[in-house]
């Protein structure tokens, strides 16, 4: 299963960026999406994340600013982030856990987009 995502970029603080990832591959399901980021000299953290359900989990740092969605005819996430900061500089990763045909449980990772806030 492959992931690949779109939409990092350079904004302002105060600006908006929509981020997309899609799953590819033998998908039976997924079971949940989500985002990470890594900011340098930081471990990567959990942004937010989105079950099969439509359950969301959401950082405390970025509740109320982004919003995680999916689509699951098209194994897609978005993320959508309002009300930039700059310490929303990172690279993002999209993350994705469930079920193939070929690999049975899965968890695989997109190659990451990098987002930079200026103030």
């Known amino acids: 299963v492959q992931l690949q995502a779109f939409g990092g970029g350079s904004v302002q603080a105060g600006g908006s960026l929509r981020l997309s990832c899609a799953a590819s591959g033998s998908i039976v399901s997924i079971k949940a999406m989500g985002w990470y980021r890594q900011a340098p000299g930081n471990q990567r953290e959990l942004v937010a994340a989105?079950?099969?359900?439509?359950?969301?989990y959401y950082a405390d740092s970025v509740k109320g600013r982004f919003t995680i969605s999916r689509d699951s005819a098209k194994n897609t996430v978005y993320l959508q982030m309002n009300s930039l900061k700059p310490e929303d500089t990172a690279v993002y990763y999209c993350?994705?856990?469930?079920?193939?045909?070929?690999?049975?449980?899965?968890?695989?990772w997109g190659q990451g987009t990098l987002v930079t806030v200026s103030s």
């Open positions: 993350n994705a856990a469930g079920i193939a045909t070929m690999e049975g449980d899965f968890g695989s």
């Open positions: 989105i079950t099969s359900g439509g359950s969301t």
